[in-house]
């Protein structure tokens, strides 16, 4: 263990908690229309001109890649489907916070110097503050920053948050421009490939690590000695960054979901509606505020005394307007609730919290003994956050518990399997009634979606014709609204 660097240990230990979170605690399963339909239907994975989601990459491969594991890696180990998804799930979004988290306490050592007991304690401090900033007293269904609506939207959101939030701590650490991509290595193909996910993984993610990247090359120029051309060039890296994900709004502005969400209210009044809703849910309806306050008295002091540790912070800063900015114009573009969600509002949090970790490191340096507490304040906030008084909310349609989520599914699992044993080349199943538009979250044409993955992941033998019928009677066994 003397051998184990802190990224290594807490990162270790934040994986197997959040793999028991995501797979027991709170899992993450299969339930809706959406669910059922992306988990089978990979797509290329390039960008895809006038596509429904044209730069969705990421989640609409790593879905279906998970989807396949569970059927044909885990299932068979296990013996239960529904179980073998969430299981591959729970692992891959558990290794994506653990990548996060230990990319953050890297980050946090390279600017303070900290011992690894230190270091570990930030980290460890750096996700509670995840389950933390949304919680209220003695009430149920909390909301925290990895929770999201449904099993797919962990991989349309979730997943697209850590990866450009890890890679922000990453560029924060490591200058990029020098050479970094002159020559291919096995370090900078990854990471090559990385940030090209990390682009073209969704706009509302990717604009974490975009406008961080802005943020930097303005701390670069110098207005007396600018050149363009030669600024380029000192900065290719990460100017080239910029551009493609220039091009990744360009190509998804373009699509057919954009195209859809079109609206015939006034755009201007879109977005002072959008910034009447936002702005004051970021201020006022969390505890990140207090987080803040404490950041602002600290700067002063900060600017004085540790000038280094000031221009880091800074950065950060100054990305809290500009991505408010910018969630406000793209929301007000699709739907102002959009700006509301937990997801969405990730990337404000992750860096209110770097700052504030960033100014709590800056008086544990100035007053070494002050460490001693370090531990106290993080058990103090684990215990708080697993109060008894208060629970977190599932991250499933409409808040149905995970445990009837399941019951729902295999109801529905096991009437195409019987069909499909009986040598019926079409079946009628029952689903829970659901909206008055189309039955969602058990939409009347996820008949052929449901019917596909379960015969991609080898459930049945054959693609079964199979038609929706919503009955009101399962609301009542399954305890439905």
Not at 40 to 58: F, Q, Y
Not at 129 to 143: E, R, S
Not at 174 to 182: G, N, P
Not at 344 to 366: D, H, N, R, Y
Request: overall charge neutral.
């Amino acid at each position: 263990m003397k051998n184990l660097s802190a990224e290594v240990v807490t990162g270790t230990l934040a994986f197997l908690a959040m793999f028991v979170f995501f797979s027991q605690v709170h899992p993450i399963v299969l339930f809706d229309g959406d669910d059922w339909n992306v988990i089978s239907d990979a797509r290329v994975g390039l960008p895809k001109w006038h596509g429904w989601n044209p730069i969705k990459i990421l989640p609409e491969t790593f879905f279906p890649i998970c989807g396949y594991f569970a059927a044909y890696v885990v299932r068979p180990i296990i013996g239960d489907y529904l179980t073998a998804f969430t299981l591959t799930a729970a692992l891959i979004v558990s290794l994506f916070i653990a990548m996060y988290i230990s990319l953050f306490i890297r980050f946090i050592k390279a600017i303070f110097n900290f011992d690894k007991l230190a270091a570990s304690i930030f980290g460890a401090m750096f996700l509670l503050l995840h389950f933390a900033v949304f919680l209220q007293h003695n009430t149920q269904d909390n909301l925290y920053l990895f929770h999201t609506t449904d099993a797919d939207c962990y991989f349309n959101y979730v997943l697209p948050n850590l990866l450009n939030a890890a890679l922000v701590l990453f560029v924060a650490r490591v200058d990029l421009t020098r050479k970094f991509f002159d020559r291919p290595t096995p370090a900078t193909v990854t990471l090559f490939f990385v940030l090209y996910l990390a682009i073209f993984s969704n706009v509302l993610s990717s604009c974490v690590l975009a406008i961080y990247v802005f943020v930097e090359l303005m701390s670069r120029v110098k207005p007396k000695e600018f050149n363009l051309k030669k600024f380029f060039a000192a900065n290719r890296t990460l100017c080239v960054f910029l551009v493609f994900w220039l091009i990744s709004l360009l190509f998804e502005a373009n699509g057919g979901r954009a195209r859809a969400m079109t609206h015939d209210e006034s755009y201007i009044a879109l977005v002072l509606y959008t910034a009447s809703t936002l702005i004051p849910s970021l201020l006022f309806d969390n505890h990140g505020n207090a987080l803040m306050i404490f950041s602002l008295v600290t700067l002063p002091f900060m600017w004085r005394e540790r000038k280094d540790l000031w221009l880091v912070t800074k950065k950060f800063l100054l990305c809290l307007p500009l991505w408010t900015v910018y969630i406000i114009l793209v929301a007000a573009r699709a739907e102002a609730s959009y700006a509301l969600r937990p997801d969405v509002q990730f990337g404000f949090f992750f860096f209110v919290f770097v700052i504030f970790l960033t100014t709590l490191g800056f008086w544990i340096k100035k007053f070494p003994r002050a460490a001693l507490i370090l531990p106290i304040l993080c058990f103090a906030l684990f215990t708080w956050i697993f109060s008894g008084k208060r629970t977190l909310c599932p991250s499933t349609f409409n808040h149905v518990p995970e445990s009837v989520c399941v019951q729902v599914s295999q109801h529905l699992i096991d009437q195409i399997i019987a069909a499909d044993r009986a040598g019926l080349e079409e079946v009628t199943i029952t689903v829970p009634k659901g909206d008055d538009v189309d039955n969602y979250p058990f939409p009347l044409y996820m008949g052929k979606n449901i019917s596909r993955t379960l015969h991609a992941h080898g459930m049945i033998s054959r693609r079964l014709e199979v038609e929706i019928l919503p009955d009101a009677t399962l609301n009542e066994r399954f305890n439905l609204p």
